[in-house]
């Protein structure tokens, strides 16, 4: 082992010291046996730990492995769309989760599939609203956590020198001991840190590309190379038209309104949190790692013969920088698929011990026995997802990300989104979040017609399904009253 390798090995046990210890600290917050202290970090979420968790959770491995992938197969087109990300998170902080905080907080709602079913009416339906709910979570978002895993591993694999299966271990280990600890509260603590580290990345990283390469040379050879690349007539992976690629606003918003591991940070928030404040750091933070898919571009005039796409990052960091720069950088790459996998894995676990437990054994109540649950589903399913990752087929980290994120807000557009301004029934929910799930995951698995396409239709479906359901249902409960009068 040479001295930078013991010099990456030494930051990444630095980092797991620190993350531990931050987990340990957010422990505190589940002394009072109150079980949103797991679930919800006690509402105590203020203006920068909310943004930072919440754009280290959006901007994960997809931003810094499958996004520059992404730009070094398709082109710039990628580049662009990866700019919408920033605006629709603050769009979503500062017109949005006022209304979902206010809403679950007078509920009491603990986690997204509770407030589906809260604010639907609750009862023997709820819980089957609920239930319903947990399951969709569960699958998409392990299918999801899956794609993490992969990059986490395959990141660390290449800068610690060690094989696939000995990465996954050694950072999903990590993952679940200081998100077991701690719950929500450690997840949005340790995302604070990484995101820092993050921004710092994708400065250096940009700095190091505009100091190393002329511009005008650089477009000359990508042209030369294929004019798609900058100057696309279709909008490659995310649909026919160029136009296609504006679709990533609304679809980022909504990444960042409905989706489970993505909405539960608004409940989180401080009471009196100031939500213009944090759209300015949801701004900033967005912005500065907005350029990272820039490396894709860069590593196709530099390695244009490049097997696997989503080894672009991985190459750009070992042929293009200086090796203590590599680790340090590489360390923060890795902060941000972490911080994705621990909330996801944090989400997948609480859906299993807490709306699982109340849809199907809600007689369970003790405190102390409700935190074991919460902590082991931690455990149990951060092995099943490595499970997932070690032994799935081949796959590209950014389309089997939107496969689960995408399916997922599809399913929960209605119930979560619409239900926020006019309120449907019980049973337009249940509809809504199978006809979506159906819709948009039979598009990305069996038709050809772009990233983004599917889950949107999706979402139109399961809006329109929600609303028609809805009022069928209200119509027909209201001629059943009046006949008993």
Same mark, same amino acid.
């Given at each position: 082992?040479?001295?930078?390798?013991?010099?990456?090995?030494?930051?990444?046990?630095?980092?797991?010291?620190?993350?531990?210890?931050?987990?340990?600290?957010?422990?505190?917050?589940?002394?009072?046996?109150?079980?949103?202290?797991?679930?919800?970090?006690?509402?105590?979420?203020?203006?920068?730990?909310?943004?930072?968790?919440?754009?280290?959770?959006?901007?994960?491995?997809?931003?810094?492995?499958?996004?520059?992938?992404?730009?070094?197969?398709?082109?710039?087109?990628?580049?662009?769309?990866?700019?919408?990300?920033?605006?629709?998170?603050?769009?979503?902080?500062?017109?949005?989760?006022?209304?979902?905080?206010?809403?679950?907080?007078?509920?009491?709602?603990?986690?997204?599939?509770?407030?589906?079913?809260?604010?639907?009416?609750?009862?023997?339906?709820?819980?089957?609203?609920?239930?319903?709910?947990?399951?969709?979570?569960?699958?998409?978002?392990?299918?999801?956590?899956?794609?993490?895993?992969?990059?986490?591993?395959?990141?660390?694999?290449?800068?610690?020198?060690?094989?696939?299966?000995?990465?996954?271990?050694?950072?999903?280990?990590?993952?679940?001991?200081?998100?077991?600890?701690?719950?929500?509260?450690?997840?949005?603590?340790?995302?604070?840190?990484?995101?820092?580290?993050?921004?710092?990345?994708?400065?250096?990283?940009?700095?190091?590309?505009?100091?190393?390469?002329?511009?005008?040379?650089?477009?000359?050879?990508?042209?030369?190379?294929?004019?798609?690349?900058?100057?696309?007539?279709?909008?490659?992976?995310?649909?026919?038209?160029?136009?296609?690629?504006?679709?990533?606003?609304?679809?980022?918003?909504?990444?960042?309104?409905?989706?489970?591991?993505?909405?539960?940070?608004?409940?989180?928030?401080?009471?009196?949190?100031?939500?213009?404040?944090?759209?300015?750091?949801?701004?900033?933070?967005?912005?500065?790692?907005?350029?990272?898919?820039?490396?894709?571009?860069?590593?196709?005039?530099?390695?244009?013969?490049?097997?696997?796409?989503?080894?672009? $990052?991985?190459? &750009?960091?070992?042929? =293009? +920088?200086?090796?203590? %720069?590599?680790? #340090?950088? @590489?360390?923060?790459? /890795?902060?941000?698929?972490?911080?994705?996998?621990?909330?996801?894995?944090?989400?997948?676990?609480?859906?299993?011990?807490?709306?699982?437990?109340?849809?199907?054994?809600?007689?369970?109540?003790?405190?102390?026995?409700?935190?074991?649950?919460?902590?082991?589903?931690?455990?149990?399913?951060?092995?099943?997802?490595?499970? $997932?990752?070690? &032994?799935?087929?081949? =796959? +590209?980290?950014?389309? %089997?990300?939107? #496969?689960? @994120?995408?399916?997922? /807000?599809?399913?929960?557009?209605?119930?979560?989104?619409?239900?926020?301004?006019?309120?449907?029934?019980?049973?337009?929910?249940?509809?809504?979040?199978?006809?979506?799930?159906?819709?948009?995951?039979?598009?990305?698995?069996?038709?050809?017609?772009?990233?983004?396409?599917?889950?949107?239709?999706?979402?139109?479906?399961?809006?329109?399904? &929600?609303?028609?359901?809805?009022?069928?249902?209200?119509?027909?409960?209201?001629?059943?009253?009046?006949? /008993?009068?």
């Amino acid at each position: 082992m040479d001295g930078y390798q013991i010099f990456n090995w030494g930051l990444l046990f630095i980092t797991f010291a620190l993350m531990i210890y931050l987990g340990y600290l957010s422990s505190k917050m589940m002394k009072n046996g109150d079980e949103g202290g797991f679930l919800l970090a006690g509402r105590s979420l203020g203006a920068f730990v909310g943004a930072g968790t919440i754009v280290a959770t959006g901007f994960s491995g997809w931003g810094f492995v499958g996004s520059p992938g992404a730009a070094y197969q398709f082109g710039a087109i990628e580049v662009l769309g990866n700019f919408f990300f920033a605006p629709a998170m603050m769009i979503a902080v500062l017109y949005f989760a006022s209304f979902l905080q206010a809403k679950a907080a007078d509920m009491g709602s603990n986690t997204i599939p509770e407030y589906v079913a809260q604010i639907h009416g609750g009862g023997a339906l709820g819980r089957a609203v609920q239930g319903l709910a947990a399951l969709i979570t569960i699958v998409l978002l392990l299918v999801f956590l899956t794609s993490q895993i992969k990059a986490v591993a395959l990141l660390g694999a290449n800068w610690l020198d060690i094989e696939l299966t000995n990465s996954a271990l050694l950072m999903v280990g990590v993952i679940i001991i200081y998100t077991m600890l701690g719950g929500l509260a450690a997840v949005a603590w340790t995302d604070t840190v990484m995101v820092v580290g993050m921004c710092l990345a994708a400065i250096i990283i940009i700095v190091q590309i505009l100091t190393s390469i002329d511009l005008s040379e650089w477009e000359s050879t990508l042209n030369a190379m294929d004019p798609e690349l900058l100057n696309p007539s279709t909008g490659a992976h995310y649909g026919d038209s160029p136009a296609m690629v504006f679709l990533v606003l609304p679809y980022a918003f909504l990444f960042a309104a409905v989706l489970p591991f993505m909405a539960v940070r608004f409940l989180a928030f401080r009471p009196d949190v100031k939500l213009h404040k944090m759209g300015i750091y949801v701004a900033i933070f967005g912005a500065l790692l907005s350029l990272v898919p820039v490396v894709g571009l860069y590593i196709k005039v530099q390695v244009p013969d490049l097997a696997d796409p989503d080894n672009a $990052m991985p190459v &750009y960091l070992e042929q =293009f +920088m200086p090796p203590a %720069l590599e680790g #340090l950088i @590489t360390l923060f790459i /890795l902060f941000a698929m972490k911080s994705t996998a621990n909330s996801l894995l944090h989400t997948v676990a609480s859906a299993v011990s807490h709306d699982l437990r109340l849809a199907l054994f809600s007689y369970i109540k003790n405190p102390s026995r409700v935190l074991w649950i919460n902590r082991s589903a931690v455990v149990i399913l951060g092995c099943v997802a490595l499970l $997932m990752m070690l &032994y799935a087929p081949p =796959f +590209m980290l950014s389309w %089997l990300g939107i #496969l689960g @994120t995408g399916t997922l /807000l599809a399913s929960f557009i209605g119930p979560v989104f619409i239900s926020t301004f006019w309120q449907g029934s019980a049973w337009g929910a249940l509809v809504a979040m199978i006809t979506g799930f159906c819709t948009s995951g039979y598009m990305m698995l069996f038709v050809d017609v772009g990233w983004l396409i599917g889950p949107l239709t999706g979402c139109a479906v399961s809006s329109v399904f &929600y609303v028609a359901i809805s009022l069928l249902t209200n119509k027909t409960k209201c001629i059943y009253s009046e006949s /008993l009068r």
